[in-house]
Structures are given as C-alpha cells and as structure tokens.
C-alpha cells in the first residue's frame, strides 16, 4: 500500500470502528426497547447481541495488526462490511480502488458469505 493511501486507510479504521460499535448498539437498542418481548426476554436478546456484536468487533478489527502490511487486507474487510463508504473508498489510489472492487466483485461470484471463513 503506497504512503497516501496508509494515511489514508490510518485515518479511516477509527472511523469504520465506530461505525460498527454504532451498528451494534443501535441491535441493541432496537432490542431492550422491544416492548413485544417480556423483559426478561429482552435482557436475554440483549445480552446475545452484546456477544455477537464483540465477535463480530474482534474479526472485523482484533485479527489485523494495525501494519501497513496488513492494511489492505483489512481495508477489504472494512469495505466487504460496507463500515467504508464508495465515496471513502475513492480517495484511495486508483490501484487500491481497482484492487478492491475485484476482490469484492470476486467474493460475489464464488457466493463467499460468511467473512470469518475468509
């Protein structure tokens, strides 16, 4: 990854790291003020989101080194987790934008779902 588009990518990864927490909590939300589940229920719910959602944080975040070596597959990631929006992505190099969307359009065509098999 050429020096623009670590800077870049470094000034990104925070953002997209928000993103998800807010995507999380916002599951949760929707769940504990589910007022179609009893209470007990909700906690329940809650508590499963909370679990998955931390899960879900580590593989989108804890397996990649914060390195310029492992930037680009993690801006993938980011990107197949859509926590990087198309207007994001093309501040990139046009080889990076290239790069990404073939890999993307790659993981389409084999059906590749589930990002933790990746």
Known sequence: MNESDWKRYS???PVAHE?????IMEKVERTVLDK???PYDRIEASEELLKA???????????FRFSRHEAGSHLLG?????LITAEELSGFSAE???WVRHCLADREVHGIEDLEAE
């Open 36 to 38: 179609t589940l009893e």
């Open 19 to 23: 993103r998800m927490c807010v995507q």
């Open 53 to 63: 959602g931390q899960k879900e944080l580590y593989w989108a975040f804890g397996v």
């Open 78 to 82: 980011l990107c197949a987790r859509e």
């Open 96 to 98: 990076t934008q290239e």
């Open 11 to 13: 000034a990104l990864r």
